[in-house]
C-alpha cells in the first residue's frame, strides 16, 4: 500500500521560499508511469493545484503560479519536492502532495485521478 | 481554462435520503477526465469517481456519477452519517488540473 508524507517548514517568512518534501513509501516512485503533485487548501477553502511531475522529469503548473514553482523529483530517495518563491500571506495553507494516475495505467485504487494523498502539512506565511 | 462551478453550495439533507451534487463546466469537457473527491474534516481528499461515472476501488455503490458536455453529477443515494462532508468535483485538461470550489453536504 503506498503511502506518501509531507514534510518541510511549518513557518515560512514572506519573500522566503517555501521548500516542501513528499516521502513515497509501500512502493517505488517509478514503479508505474505515474505523476506526482501538489495541491493546496487555505484554511477554510477549497482545494488548489500548485503542479505535478513524473519520473522522467515532466513538470507542469498552475498558471497562476507557474512563475513562483519549482517541483523536482529524487528517485534514489522516492521523494519529489515543491519549491515556491516569493512567498506571501496569500500562501499560508495546508499542503498535500498526491499520486496522479493517468489513463492507460490503473492503479489498484483507480484508473485516472488523485488515488492516493498525504495529510497533509500546515504552512504559515508570516513574520 | 476551463471553469467548474459546484451547486448548491450547501446541501442539509438527512441520512437516509438522497444527495445530489451538481458540477458544470464553462466548456464542454471529455467525460474521461471528470473526477469526484470528497472530504471529510481534518482529512485529505478521497477520490470516488473517475471517468464521470466510474466508482474507484472500495466506494460503496451509494455513490455513482453521471452526465457528459457540461453537466455533471455526483448521486449519493441514502446518506450515512460518514458521507456529510465536501465533494469536490475536478476535470484535467491541457496538462492542468482544475477544481470546483466545492459543495458541503450537511445534516439538516
Known amino acids: 500500500q503506498v503511502q506518501l508524507q509531507e514534510s518541510g517548514p511549518g513557518l515560512v517568512k514572506p519573500s522566503q521560499t517555501l521548500s516542501l518534501t513528499c516521502t513515497v513509501s509501500g512502493g517505488s516512485i517509478t514503479s508505474a508511469p505515474y505523476f506526482w503533485g501538489w495541491i493546496r487548501q487555505p484554511a477554510g477553502k477549497g482545494l488548489e493545484w500548485i503542479g505535478h511531475?513524473?519520473?522522467?522529469?515532466?513538470?507542469n503548473s498552475s498558471p497562476s503560479l507557474k512563475s513562483r514553482v519549482t517541483i523536482s523529483v529524487d528517485t534514489s530517495k522516492n521523494q519529489f519536492s515543491l519549491k515556491l518563491s516569493s512567498v506571501t500571506a496569500a500562501d499560508t495553507a495546508v499542503y498535500y502532495c498526491?499520486?496522479?494516475?493517468?489513463?492507460?495505467?490503473?492503479?489498484?485504487?483507480?484508473?485516472?485521478?488523485?488515488?492516493?494523498w498525504g495529510h497533509g502539512t500546515s504552512v504559515t506565511v508570516s513574520s | 481554462e476551463i471553469v467548474l462551478t459546484q451547486s448548491p453550495g450547501t446541501l442539509a439533507l438527512s441520512p437516509g435520503e438522497r444527495a445530489t451534487l451538481s458540477c458544470r463546466a464553462s466548456?464542454?469537457?471529455?467525460?474521461?477526465?471528470l473526477v469526484w473527491y470528497q472530504q471529510r474534516p481534518g482529512q485529505a481528499p478521497r477520490l470516488l469517481i473517475y471517468?464521470?461515472?466510474n466508482r474507484a476501488t472500495g466506494i460503496p455503490d451509494r455513490f455513482s456519477g453521471s452526465g457528459s458536455g457540461t453537466d455533471f453529477t455526483l448521486t449519493i443515494n441514502s446518506l450515512e452519517p460518514e458521507d456529510f462532508a465536501l465533494y469536490y468535483c475536478q476535470h484535467y485538461g491541457g496538462s492542468l488540473w482544475t477544481f470546483g470550489q466545492g459543495t458541503k453536504v450537511e445534516i439538516k
Open positions: 471517468g464521470a461515472s
Open positions: 511531475i513524473n519520473t522522467t522529469g515532466t513538470t
Open positions: 466548456q464542454k469537457v471529455d467525460t474521461f477526465y
Open positions: 498526491a499520486r496522479e494516475v493517468m489513463w492507460g495505467y490503473c492503479s489498484s485504487n483507480s484508473c485516472f485521478g488523485m488515488d492516493v
